[in-house]
């Protein structure tokens, strides 16, 4: 049976196996599990230090391995190219006769097609790792780098094996194992060489180690007569004492183990069982890591330890998988990998696919900025090719906050000059044109900035800025008074700086820095007009823009006369819930009594929990406005919105909203919230299409006449 | 320290961990194990045990006669056809539940890695606490090929499920014997 990969997105999100077979693996509690007792902040940071200075000094570091390799006995080859290691390896088969080759699982191998290589010179290559020998029956590239055939089921994986073996064969896993076994162990004892990768190369003792489940490296290290072990720079260490935390941290975040079944330390070349001594191959490949260690800001990749775990978080890739989303090397990690070692147009194409929650940043065992390079491959993109012109005319009019109200004004009324030329569907996510899945939500007939003079408050001293950003000034503008209210209730006056515009969110994820710098520039100077001694914001994409991303975002386009203002904004700034937080903390506003509780779920946007590490306050604050919190499932996973990403890749935003809201429903609360308009526009469409009776609100929407 | 070594070893996949005072009750152990799991003369049910320091206390002449099928020769041949492989371990690592294996004779290879049983013996008192106090004790410049081993030959390709015996031993017993590292190595 022909097996074909998922080509688009579409075929991918069609594949019944592919999105279940993730989904079903309590990935994220095991990992907690395996991690009981380590300190991971600490481990990871070790890691990081240790591969980060390997590519400060590539060159030093794999002399000091070649030189006490080989005088180990080891043959050590330096390849500068992929080309060089092919070559050099052929050459061997060539010069020893080498017929038959066993492997074990090595990405470098696949980063080089050296199976299709060698094969033009009569050489058969096997692969021996269960899920590399699936995706070989089925002429398939991994789509997982730990797990590599997790994109078939095990119907589809039975027939592969039956047409291999010319016989009937059962679906049942523990059968199709054996069956495996049987097929290459025979491999193994007839093989003229195995090939392996490495986890690890250590300089001080020229000694490589390996770690697999299944017990294939050994094998391959120990039947057949030649040894040759294809080993990435990346995958360098100093001392042998730097083993620990990579074997420390690979086996607990790629499959929530506390170690391999096997971990093998090879220093030299020993005794093949016939009395004849093994001759052992190492090919240190750099092929193009030394320009990556160059650049500054795609360096922090190479401490990439290929556990694979940014793909069990990644909820897009947990969707369509590594044929989609990725190339050789798949996900978010591999979009990195691919664009320096294999192909920069691909990764160019495949970087889409990051939605940007960060998700895996967190758990990242050599504490790589995962989505953070991402963005780096569409900002170079951008200034290197442009943004088509129409989105650039979108993301200049929601610079200027004035034209924007305008042209809002004719919109709330028509929406017809927008509808013209696809013009909408680039402007920000709430105005665009998303009806086949959900309603568009309605521009307010009056936006904020006008219902704002309309609104009492009683004089204080303590004064806040409200930073409305688009949504809530257009969109919601109900919410905004509602904010200013509560707010009032705790003492705190509240202005509003009229020429605030665009935070400049959309313009930093399209990769237009500049745009973001000058949106950064424009806003520091309304905002901290009058002093204020808090900028409060109801929108956690926003407060991520003020927290966080303007310092970067003026940082990087040289603007630095205006980073202290940018950091005073900073630290004055607070998310809604976080200062309601605070103001209760200090007896400032007090809740009413005798409230009614509330079932509510609370949905962490990725901006406030993973940008802006706010997650505890918005419960402690609804808290302490009688809602009574339950928890979903992975209530910190992404609701698909990512602002422009739910139009750009609508189907992969609705299926993950899909498993969003089942999370949702299964808490059987009264409401859900979150701090996010788009999140809340996309949960609240999701709503929609269900029976449910539950809201999607605003907190500021549930907390109005909830305090004294 | 043997008790979470034991612990952590017996959640590590398909495998027991039993603990004998005397190198002869564990000998009496591996007696009984091997007409338990049927050991003859016959490709598959063969059992091979790789040479260790307590092999200096049997006389393994009349242990191949009271076994045929056992062999203290460990050719690939043989290993091949193992129901049950025996070799001796250097250290356990008691938060891992791992022993390692000093892997440079390759007979330590064939016996541990190509059979169905795996049986491992090991010094109790060669049981440390971590993995960074074990590599204080094992280090790569005297050691030409060394293992880390914890649990048995396993596998999650497909469909994440969790299946044994993939290349190597589906089933890992331990012994660990008190009194080995006084009278052994």
């Known amino acids: 049976m022909k097996i074909d990969m998922p080509k688009n997105v579409d075929e991918a999100l069609e594949s019944t196996s592919l999105s279940g077979i993730l989904d079903r693996w309590d990935y994220q509690g095991t990992r907690a599990k395996a991690f009981e007792g380590v300190d991971f902040q600490a481990l990871r940071t070790r890691i990081a230090k240790v591969k980060g200075g390997v590519a400060d000094n590539f060159d030093e570091v794999a002399e000091t391995f070649k030189k006490n390799a080989e005088a180990n006995g080891i043959k050590v080859f330096r390849a500068s190219s992929a080309e060089e290691a092919k070559e050099y390896i052929a050459n061997l088969c060539k010069e020893k006769e080498v017929k038959k080759i066993v492997k074990s699982k090595s990405m470098a191998t696949e980063e080089l097609h050296l199976n299709k290589h060698l094969e033009q010179f009569g050489i058969q290559s096997d692969e021996t790792d269960l899920g590399e020998w699936i995706c070989q029956l089925a002429h398939h590239t991994p789509s997982h780098m730990v797990m590599p055939a997790i994109h078939l089921n095990k119907e589809e994986i039975s027939s592969l094996f039956s047409d291999e073996i010319q016989q009937p064969l059962d679906n049942d896993i523990d059968k199709l194992v054996k069956v495996a076994r049987e097929q290459i162990r025979e491999k193994f004892f007839e093989a003229d060489m195995g090939i392996s990768g490495a986890n690890i190369a250590i300089a001080e003792t020229g000694s490589i180690v390996i770690c697999t489940n299944e017990g294939n490296a050994r094998l391959v290290t120990s039947l057949p007569k030649i040894h040759v072990a294809l080993v990435g720079l990346e995958k360098l260490v100093p001392n042998y004492e730097d083993a620990e935390p990579i074997l420390t941290a690979l086996p607990r975040n790629a499959t929530a183990q506390l170690l391999t079944s096997y971990a093998s330390f090879i220093s030299a070349p020993t005794l093949n069982d016939d009395g004849t001594m093994k001759e052992v191959h190492v090919v240190l490949m750099d092929n193009n890591r030394t320009a990556m260690a160059e650049d500054p800001k795609f360096k922090e990749a190479l401490q990439c330890i290929r556990c694979g775990g940014c793909l069990n978080v990644c909820p897009v890739f947990r969707l369509v998988s590594g044929h989609v989303f990725g190339d050789i090397y798949t996900g978010g990690i591999g979009t990195i990998l691919t664009s320096w070692f294999t192909d920069l147009k691909s990764a160019e194409e495949i970087q889409a696919f990051c939605i940007g929650c960060d998700k895996c940043k967190e758990i990242c065992p050599g504490n790589i900025d995962i989505p953070g390079l991402i963005l780096e491959i569409r900002r170079r993109k951008a200034a290197k090719e442009g943004i088509p012109a129409v989105y650039k005319g979108a993301l200049q009019v929601i610079n200027n906050r004035k034209l924007f109200h305008s042209l809002l004004k004719v919109a709330s009324v028509g929406q017809k000059p927008f509808a013209k030329d696809g013009f909408i569907r680039h402007l920000p996510f709430f105005l665009s044109n998303f009806t086949e899945h959900r309603s568009l939500p309605t521009v307010a007939p009056v936006a904020f900035r006008d219902l704002f003079k309309t609104i009492k408050q009683p004089k204080s001293d303590t004064k806040a800025a409200f930073f409305a950003g688009c949504a809530l000034d257009f969109v919601f503008p109900k919410t905004g008074e509602n904010i200013i209210k509560v707010l009032n209730k705790g003492g705190v006056e509240v202005t509003f700086p009229e020429d605030q515009s665009c935070c400049g969110i959309p313009h930093w994820g399209s990769g237009s820095f500049d745009m973001a710098a000058k949106s950064a520039a424009h806003n520091l100077k309304s905002l901290l007009e009058d002093d204020p001694q808090y900028v409060v914001v109801g929108c956690a994409s926003c407060t991520t823009a003020l927290k966080k991303e303007w310092v970067e975002v003026l940082q990087s386009e040289g603007m630095d006369d205006l980073i202290p203002q940018a950091k005073k904004v900073a630290e004055r700034t607070y998310m809604f819930t976080e200062l309601v937080n605070k103001l209760v903390e200090d007896k400032k506003l007090i809740p009413k009594e005798g409230v009614d509780t509330h079932k509510l779920t609370y949905h962490d946007s990725c901006h406030a929990k993973r940008h802006c590490g706010i997650s505890q306050e918005p419960r402690s604050a609804l808290s302490a406005a009688g809602y009574e919190i339950k928890d979903m499932k992975e209530c910190d996973t992404c609701c698909g919105m990512g602002g422009a990403y739910t139009i750009k890749q609508s189907d992969v935003s609705m299926n993950m909203l899909k498993r969003k809201m089942e999370n949702v429903q299964e808490t059987g609360a009264e409401f859900v919230s979150a701090e996010c308009p788009g999140c809340l526009i996309q949960l609240g469409g999701g709503l929609d299409k269900t029976d449910s009776n539950m809201k999607a609100m605003h907190p500021a929407d549930l907390m109005i006449d909830k305090f004294q | ?185």
């Open chain 2, 1 to 185: 320290m043997f008790e979470l070594f034991k612990t952590r070893a017996e959640a590590s996949g398909n495998t027991e961990v039993k603990r004998f005072e005397t190198t002869l009750e564990a000998l009496d152990f591996i007696n009984d194990f091997l007409k338990e799991e049927n050991i003859q003369d016959v490709a598959g049910s063969y059992a091979v045990w790789a040479d260790g320091p307590l092999l200096k206390q049997i006389d393994t002449k009349v242990m191949e006669k009271k076994f045929p099928g056992l062999s203290f020769n460990v050719t690939r041949e043989l290993a091949k056809g193992a129901r049950v492989g025996i070799s001796q371990l250097k250290w356990g690592i008691a938060e891992l539940g791992s022993m390692a294996q000093d892997s440079a004779d390759v007979e330590q290879r064939l016996a541990s890695a190509l059979s169905w049983i795996h049986v491992a013996i090991l010094p109790t008192t060669k049981i440390v606490a971590n993995l960074a106090d074990f590599m204080k004790k094992m280090h790569p410049k005297e050691y030409k090929y060394m293992t880390l081993i914890t649990g048995a030959s396993k596998t999650a390709d497909i469909e994440r499920v969790l299946a044994l015996g993939v290349h190597g031993p589906d089933r890992l017993v331990i012994l660990c014997v008190d009194d080995l590292e006084v009278e052994g190595a």
